[in-house]
């Protein structure tokens, strides 16, 4: 279902509101059944009171953060003091708004449906050649359209959402798969309500102060068979409960743990791509467990270590963790190891990869028990994935939920044409967009983190109310940002990709890609923050010439064929911003140069005060033991390159396209471990770390764990007469049983009244692994 076709062109001064979402939309079909009440914000009240996070958040170790509106403040002041005769920049934009109103929808640059139809068909793979066989390349897309609608037969639960389409997977990548993956049915009765899914009352209470009523498909699908042990590979939409999926049969399980001080014990970990992420499921786990006794942990980089510390040396019974966070306390926090898992889950496990986390993941997965359950989530599934899910799980369930779809059915997407030649207007196309249109709730995203912030000194100057969210930020700013957006304080949230996974704010109502993703997973991730749990939302996108096969792809995977729109900006409009944005550059640099000032003076102050704490206290700093690293700075940023390239010549476009508007280069560099093979990456570097005493540390740290290890619950009674006799499969099974196998057993004392406990809940057919 491709192409410019059905994309219907709209003024920018149509505001074609989204209507809201009616409780029993027909076209919304997340779930037939979902009842989702728009005043329970289940994570509002976490970041309204976020300065819970406050001690948990590092301080002293950075300069204070410097505050561009600050700056912009001071500036403003200081221009009225000396007199100048400037109307305030908000007085003037909005007399430029208003002169723009009268003169919209005059537009006769592109209004012509038909040409962003021929953009858009044209020759996909030179976007730029000048093709005149538009008939031609018509009916290729149109041939590709009918192998869609065919393909829909295919419900097998192939599903990548990567650029190459599942139709292009070979029988013999189906049969290998089908081998891989657990034969299982699903379960045999359909979940309309959380009611008959055989939880227990505190996670049944729990679901209702959320006003959760019924499951999503997701969670109807994940939940039995997660409670029955089985590892999972989880695939559903944006927006689509997925975290829920996971941490319900979690929570459920760990109910009939063994309690009592010596049974403490860290059960389950979560891994997540970002801080944010991790914030937000642990408030997610914390408000579905609140009826309970479980205890959660957060351990994510950015927040205070010490804390975290003190928190795990307590075996609380989830962690949930960065993956470079999590290695830093396996090889420092003495008290704390992964001996006692009983289950992995890998949430956005993609973009861990994509982040070059894959070595880290690869130590921690070693890390654990290999009796555990493994549960593996994402919207996107790429090859990586495929990898990390063969060398980590067991048999799993693939639990894929309307696997051709891979947008929200809410979503409309727009897209608004950046003509050859007019790459420099962007800006102007943005402040239009925005001053005239999206007004509210709108998140931009940006490919850097220096064009993020640019902007937003931008629209602090136009009046704009805006915060930024990226990874120059210390983790305080990145929460603040967050929250500020989240209770309306500003209007834009500038970000990057750091906020383009899984991040759950309710009401965002547009999503604005100031560029087009480099990958279709990223694209789809950054729309998915609208449009959320079965509401509506809208997406504009600015695409350039060498984004229309990206723009394709984008259509393709839409939800609908009315869900596309062409979105046209009148060009005077456009003309008028991008002259106002030209009078405000010189403004502009001054404030980047003053906030570079401001922070240099801040790390000087620093510096100082670090060297007066080395002089009080040097000989306390001193003999605290050194922290080990798994990875040097120097190489997680080699790893970082490596993953990052082989990520997206795996799924991306053609290099020149990708390269087509990225102010910064995302080229690694060259050093000494280019070109091998990362397992001789890997060997080379454990040598290095051999040759330094970190070796004699790592090794008194290891034993030292290994004796404070907990007894693991669930080993049975030693039966000395068997013991003498050769170790049978059965018995292997035994020792490597988890905390939970003990447990449903000796259930005699349930937390709750169940309804029907059976032997759903349980591990039943889980062996240990042989190999991963
Ligand atoms: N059963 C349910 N009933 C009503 N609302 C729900 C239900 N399950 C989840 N939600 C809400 O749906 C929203 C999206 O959930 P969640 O963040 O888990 O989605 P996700 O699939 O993980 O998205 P992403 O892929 O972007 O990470 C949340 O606001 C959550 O509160």
Redesign the pocket.
Known sequence: MVSGDYVMTIDSDDEAPIQPTKAKDESVQL?MN????PSV???TETWNNASDLGDLVKTGSRPAPISVDDIIARRKQNQVSKKRKRPPAEEEEDQLSGSEVDSGGDDDHDSDESEFARFVAEDAEDPLASSGEEGEDLEVIQSEDQEDQDGVENDEGQSDSSEESEEDETQVEKDRKAAFFADYAGPSEKHES?LHMNLSRPILKA?TS???????P??AATIPVALLGKDVVGN??????????FIIPVIERLLYRERGKKAAATRCLILVPTRE?GV?CYE?GKKLSVHTDIRFCLAVGGLSLKSQEAELRTFPDIVIATPGRLIDHLRNSIAFSLDTLDVLIL??ADRMLEDGFADELAEIIKSCPQSRQTML???TMTDSVDELVRMSLDKPVRLFVDPKRTTARGLMQEFVRVRAGKEADRSALLVSLCKRTFKQRTIIFFRSKKLAHQMRIVFGLLGLKSDELHGDLTQEQRLRALQTFRDGTVDYLMATDLAS????I?GVETVVNFDMPGQLAQYL?RV??TA???KKGRSVTLVGEADRRMLKAAIKHSAGEDQVRHRVVPPDAVARYAEKLESLKDEIAEIMKEEKEEKLLRQAEMELKRGQNILEHGKEIYSRPARTWFQSEKEKQVAQAVSKQQYESATSLKKSERNQHAPETNKPKRDKFSGLTRRAKRRKTAMEEDETDQHAIGASIRSAKKAMRPKKIGLPEPRPQKMKAKKTHGQKKQKNAGSFDHDLGQRTKPEGIRAKKGDSVGRAGKRPRKSR
């Open positions: 779930d979902f009842v989702f009440d914000d289940t994570l959380f679901l959320l006003g959760f009523v019924s499951p999503t997701i969670q559903a939409v944006t927006g689509s409960g997925k975290t829920a999926a992420l937000q997610v949430d956005e989530f994402s919207a996974r899984g991040l759950d309710k991730h998915g923050r959320r749990a079965g």
